[in-house]
Nanobody, 115 residues
Framework: QVQLVESGGGLVQPGGSLRLSCAFS????????MGWYRQVPGKQRELVAL???????NYADSVKGRFTISRDNAKNTLYLQMNSLKPEDTAVYYC?????????WGQGTQVTVSS
């Protein structure tokens, strides 16, 4: 059974930093991408950052230069380092793994940027 568990969310002041982690377990074959998405109430879930199967990273324009996606293959963990946070980054952040046959989501972690 595949599980994705996010952690690291919380309340931070504008300009601050947080690092999200996504620990995944279970057998996942033919991974096409691994990434982070976010969602605010009333809006669609949007892509934040993504690793493709070839190792290329892609970022939403709104987070370029501020967020960095990384992974530790030995620990089966995906990270999202978020710097220079803005109030508009407030959302529930979800970890995602897309394989050739399935899509896996974590339960989400709340990030609130507020003074």
């Amino acid at each position: 059974q595949v599980q994705l568990v996010e952690s690291g969310g919380g309340l931070v002041q504008p300009g601050g930093s947080l690092r999200l982690s996504c620990a995944f377990s279970g057998s996942i074959f033919s991974i096409r991408s691994m990434g982070w998405y976010r969602q605010v109430p009333g809006k669609q879930r949007e892509l934040v950052a993504l690793f493709t199967s070839s190792g290329i990273s892609n970022y939403a324009d709104s987070v370029k230069g501020r967020f960095t996606i990384s992974r530790d293959n030995a620990k089966n963990t995906l990270y999202l380092q978020m710097n220079s946070l803005k109030p508009e980054d407030t959302a529930v952040y979800y970890c995602n793994i897309q394989s050739s046959w399935s899509t896996y989501w974590g339960q989400g972690t709340q990030v609130t940027v507020s003074s």
